[in-house]
């Protein structure tokens, strides 16, 4: 079978530049495919990190002011291979790539990240100043998403835009339409044009060659108007060229038998050692040494999408169960206060770090008995993945990559052996405690408890399987393209 040449188009990379699910993405889908033997490039804006990390990446290519906006940049080539694009006025900057010190959007991101999707689509076409073109350009969420506007207009290569979260779209106002460059006849319903503005993100629906997103699931719930932010009648028309591709795990970074985070190494087939990890988290986090008791995880932002002020609400009912919390993340300040209070008022049973710690995030996957993820919404979801990966069952919401990787434990599911975990219908409080005293109740059993962690253990989640599959959508783009 041939193989591709695929450029990849990502506004952050992990571990260099990363504020969610994409940049792990960015860092593992490419890595998959260059082992499945693929020509894969990574094109990324030259943040001050990457720069860093790579000091010795050479000038390819020059590339002069392709609109009225837009400045003269140019190429860098580093290791991976990455492309990064230099243009020190838009991306030298520090910290978040599209948040100021305030907090708030950078007022030129329209700008900045137009120069992205311009130079995406221009390597994809004939007028490409490298000597290299694609098969297929893959560009991923708003910030790249505009590229196969040029590409449509103008020709080039098939192009795939992949939806990681559809909440963020990338609108901003009409007269960008002039400073990007683009064309006239691009302000339509069926163009760039939407509710008045200029959206990357529906152009990029409205325009590539093929649409994917990151879960079955989501695919499905995206074109609903509940999940769809909007844009659920765009998807629904373009629901032939839409595909879920389920999000991967790097399993070399997520092994519990060789994870150098964890105080024990353990297997499926060794799971004693699992609790020397949990004793291990309980000193760390100032919990009881108590194993009489369920411990349950929780690493994530502290938002309500996350369905975190259900378990705000149920916070004592927990060290009645009697379980204990141990709990990573930050986010709204109110939730953040709450989830303190609780730790004050309940010491050794709730404990809370706010922030975020790489290594304890593997501690607590490994440490703890039950992992919570009550999303309203996940489009993939990795922390369940790793938790199954970790022999430490979810409790999650039906919804998005949640629904298409945790089999709730029932009857059918123990005898045909896929029970992996606890999964709720709605998100209220009651649901969740109801999941909560099911989890207890399961985990007093050891012998149903082990069977379950094992049965999540043994689920391959690795990125070969969704390379396999963005090959043959890569595929379809370029034969529909032709």
Known sequence: MNHLSILFVTSEMAPWVKTGGLGDVAAALPAALRRARHDVRVLIPAYPALLQAFPDARPVAELPAL???????????????????????????????????????????????GLLSRVAALLGQPGSPLDWRPDVVHLNDWQSALAPAWLHYEGGAASVVTVHNIAFQGNFAADHLTALGLPEHAWRFDGVEYHGQLSF????????????????????????????????PLLRHRAGALRGILNGVD??????????????????????AKRENKRALQQEMGLDFAA?????????????????DLVLTLGEGITKLPAQLAILGSGDKLMEAGFRDLATRFPGQ????????????????????????????????????????????PIVRATGGLADTVIDVSEATLADKTANGFVIAEATPHALWLALERATRCWHDRKLWQRIQQNGMRR???????????????????????
């Not at 529906?202 to 989501?218: E, M």
């Not at 290594?359 to 009550?374: K, S, T």
């Open 67 to 113: 609109a009225p906006a837009l400045p003269p940049a140019r190429l860098l080539a580093a290791g991976l291979p990455l492309l990064l694009l230099d243009c020190p006025e838009f991306f030298a900057r520090a910290g978040n790539p599209y948040l100021d010190a305030h907090g708030h959007d950078q007022a030129d991101n329209a700008i900045r990240f």
């Open 201 to 232: 993100l529906k152009a990029g629906l409205q325009l590539a060659t093929l649409i994917s997103t990151v879960s079955p699931t989501y695919a499905q719930e995206i074109q609903d108007e509940a999940f769809g932010y909007g844009l659920a």
């Open 292 to 308: 009489d008791r369920p411990l349950f995880g929780i690493i994530s932002r502290l938002t309500e999408q996350k369905g975190l």
């Open 251 to 272: 399993s070399t970074l997520w092994n519990p038998a060789a994870d150098p985070a964890l105080a024990v190494p353990y297997a499926a087939n060794r799971l004693a």
């Open 460 to 482: 391959d989640f690795s990125w070969e399987h969704a390379a396999h599959d963005y090959v043959t959508l890569y595929r379809d783009a370029i034969a529909a393209r032709h």
């Open 350 to 393: 709730i404990a809370v770090r706010l922030g975020f710690d790489e290594a304890l995030a593997h501690r607590i996957e490994a440490g703890a008995d039950c992992f919570l993820m009550p999303s309203r919404f996940e489009p993939c979801g990795l922390n369940q993945m790793y938790s199954l990966r970790y022999g430490t069952p």
